[in-house]
């Protein structure tokens, strides 16, 4: 499965929210160049903390991936380095579904296939792909020195630079689709915007920034003129960024009533974090560069004003990804965090990456116990699949923010969310065999596995098993400790579900045009109430509903856990702003918790009219616990705003609890063996190993 997220397309395409998020896996007769090749199965027991003397990477699938084409000659605005010296060019396979006996079949998007040209709707490569795979050799050659990864990498940076348009009006953008036999498609059907795929900014150029920053800092020592043509392409890019995105910096707008700003690539946090990682490198590597100091510290800017909410409100310390929305989240590129900290580091400035930390210390967290890494909170978490560019997004950024605070709270996270990909997910299944080198393309809702494998989900498989080789203590951890023992954190209640209720109950169209709903919908006018059973957890909980809001529309609402309130709830829709819909779903925080009767809450409406879409329910005390052959990880985080008492450890185990702030500032240490009580300070969370 291929997620292309083409945010550029957001207008458009975010008319379907699951199309958005997971793409489509084509199954379409091969074309003539779509050779099927053998690769072992994946069905292998998780590593043994000895067996992890041996690397994690395994470059063999996306190797398989890899292909050749020749472009036609004279192509306007297209060439690449050296290419009348070497006319062919490398790139990988859109996608690769899986056939019997473990083989798969390289396979292009937008099919079918015409029979006549062997051309797909969209093409065999796509600009996104060839991007991030270049990202994946550059960083295993500058990790191992392997001579191959350093030659694919040259290669791969070869064909985004032909990608990339050179010369005209749109120089500097990127043309999406490669057919097999070289041919540009800068128009595929189904329609991505923009159409044609180079005439304005997308998520393509902000990858190509990315491939092209740390391009140049891998080859500005291994092969300075390569690195100087590598220079120049990424002079390009900027540029474009310049004059279509950050020509706006400085520009707000608002947003259901969040100041969001102007500058942002595709009006997105996330495309404009793959851009950042891609100045940062650069600027590292060539510190005197005014351009790109100048254009990662903008970017930056606007991806930290994303950062929204704390513990006890949504969306709990998250840095959003979308200025249209301020109600959705997705795990796949989510790298904001991890451009944030890269920022911090390139520009010496400190204060960039306090959002950063914040997204890890307060919403990492809460995702983590609450399931992982899910495509889509819609606020609710309506798309429950789970991805490896969502896996991988989470885990770059813990990683990352790591470095940049010098804490290692995060990087015990990284581990813990980096244990995903072999089997601490809801389905207990491996998500990537390191014998063979596939990552699979996706865990449904249900636990099934997609076991298909495509370029994506091979490549950010990859790039965290990367990460992980460079942090040996960790990679044995993250493969095997990946049994979860325990889980408890946010979960939802569907209005509909109300077990009493004089309201009306109705069944709106489920994507709103910046968000979903859950379900059905409970209307209660003034007089009308509703209850709910929320569970029998015998915890403190909080409880949000998520409520649709119109400007101009209100109401007032009380809230009641058997007899004891748990808040009053006066709602007023915001200004709709630059929000694709006059409305908005968002969560709205009661201020007290669950008490009384903790498996009850009843809402009476007192005026207006309260429309309810679900019920999000989270205990003040969240944790996830892992076990296996290489010991425990437990993670426990508070929402409370004071301090707390948690129980942690395991039965006749020794463990060492590691106590930190919101912060992630390390507070305290205590071990023990079997359970025993550590205090979480406002916010904070606690690492237990063993």
């Given amino acids: 499965m291929h997620t292309h997220t083409r945010r550029g397309a957001r207008l458009v395409a975010l008319t379907t929210a699951l199309t958005l998020s997971l793409g489509t896996v084509i199954a379409a007769p091969l074309a003539a160049s779509a050779a099927p090749a053998s690769v072992a199965p994946a069905s292998v027991a998780p590593a043994s903390a000895s067996a992890l003397a041996a690397p994690l990477t395994n470059l063999a699938h996306l190797d398989f991936l890899l292909d050749e084409a020749t472009p036609p000659t004279g192509v306007a605005g297209h060439t ?64 191992t020195g392997s001579w191959s990864s350093r030659t694919s990498a040259y290669e791969l940076l070869r064909s985004l630079t032909y990608l990339q348009t050179s010369a005209g009006p749109n120089v500097g953008n990127v043309v999406l689709w490669m057919q097999p036999d070289g041919t540009l498609n800068p128009s595929a059907k189904p329609v991505e915007l923009p159409d044609p795929s180079d005439s304005g900014p997308s998520y393509w150029l902000a990858r190509t920034i990315w491939a092209l920053g740390e391009g140049y800092a891998a080859f500005k020592g291994a092969d300075p003129a390569f690195a100087g043509f590598l220079e120049q392409r990424l002079a390009l890019s900027v540029g474009a960024l310049n004059r279509q995105v950050l020509v706006h910096y400085g520009q707000w707008e608002q947003s259901d009533g969040m100041r969001v700003p102007a500058w942002l690539i595709t009006n997105g946090a996330d495309a404009s974090a793959e851009a950042a990682l891609g100045l940062a490198a650069r600027l590292k590597a060539q510190p005197s560069d005014q351009a790109a100091a100048t254009a990662l510290r903008r970017l930056a800017e606007g991806i930290a004003a994303m950062s929204a909410g704390d513990a006890q409100h949504w969306p709990y310390g998250a840095i959003l990804p979308w200025t249209q929305s301020r ?38 967290t809460t ?60 389905s207990g299944a491996q998500m990537y065999d390191p014998a063979t080198g596939v990552g699979y393309d996706g865990l449904q809702a249900d636990g099934s596995v997609n076991h298909n494998s495509g370029a994506e989900s091979t490549i950010h498989t990859l790039l965290t098993m990367i990460a992980l080789d460079s942090r040996p203590e960790l990679a044995a951890r993250a493969a095997t400790v990946t049994s979860i023992d325990a889980i408890q954190g946010l979960r939802s209640v569907q209005a509909e579900t109300a077990v009493a209720t004089d309201g009306t109950i109705s069944t709106p169209e489920s994507w709103t045009g910046e968000s979903s709903w859950a379900g059905g919908a409970l209307t209660l006018t003034r007089g009308q109430s509703a209850t709910f059973d929320i569970g ?53 925080s009661l201020q007290l918790p669950v008490l009384g009767d903790r498996s009850r809450l009843s809402v009476a409406v007192r005026s207006g009219t309260l429309t309810l879409d679900a019920l999000l329910v989270r205990p003040v005390i969240s944790r996830l616990e892992l076990s296996g052959d290489g010991g425990v990880s437990q993670l ?55």
């Avoid at 690769?96 to 709707?121: S, Y």
């Avoid at 959705?328 to 580091?345: E, N, R, V, Y």
């Avoid at 403190?540 to 998520?546: A, G, S």
């Fill in 327 to 364: 109600s959705m989240w997705h795990a796949w590129g989510s790298q904001m965090p991890a451009a944030l900290a890269a920022a911090s580091g390139a520009l010496g400035d400190p204060s960039l990456a306090n959002a950063a930390v914040k997204d890890s210390a307060l919403f990492t």
């Fill in 367 to 426: 995702l983590l116990t609450a399931g992982g890494p899910d495509n889509g909170w819609f606020p609710t978490p309506t798309d429950r699949v789970q991805i490896a560019y969502g896996a991988d997004s989470r885990v770059e950024s813990l990683f990352a923010v790591a470095d940049a605070s010098g804490s290692r709270a995060f990087a015990d996270l990284a581990a813990m969310q980096a244990a995903w990909f072999f089997g601490a997910n809801r």
């Fill in 536 to 588: 029998t957890d015998d915890v403190q909980r909080w409880v949000e509903p998520v409520v649709w809001s119109k400007p101009g529309d209100g109401s007032v609402s009380t809230w009641r856990s058997g007899k004891l309130p748990t808040g009053v709830l006066v709602e007023t829709g915001p200004a709709q702003g630059i929000s694709a819909t006059a409305g908005v779903l968002l969560p709205r």
């Fill in 80 to 143: 690449t380095y050296r290419l009348d010296q070497e006319p062919t060019l490398v790139l990988p396979w859109t996608y690769a579904d899986a056939r019997d006996g473990g083989t798969f079949a390289r396979v292009g998007g937008g099919g079918p296939v015409d029979p006549a040209t062997g051309h797909w709707g969209q093409g065999a490569y796509n600009a996104d792909d060839v991007a991030r795979a270049a990202v994946v050799y550059l960083r295993h050659w500058r990790l």
């Fill in 636 to 690: 426990e985080h508070s929402s409370a705003r004071l301090p707390q008492a948690a129980r942690v450890g395991v039965a006749g185990v020794a463990t060492i609890a590691y106590v930190y702030d919101a912060k992630g500032v390390l507070v305290r240490t205590k071990g023990g063996r079997g359970e025993y009580s550590v205090i979480l300070p406002p916010s904070g969370f606690v690492v237990v190993l063993g």
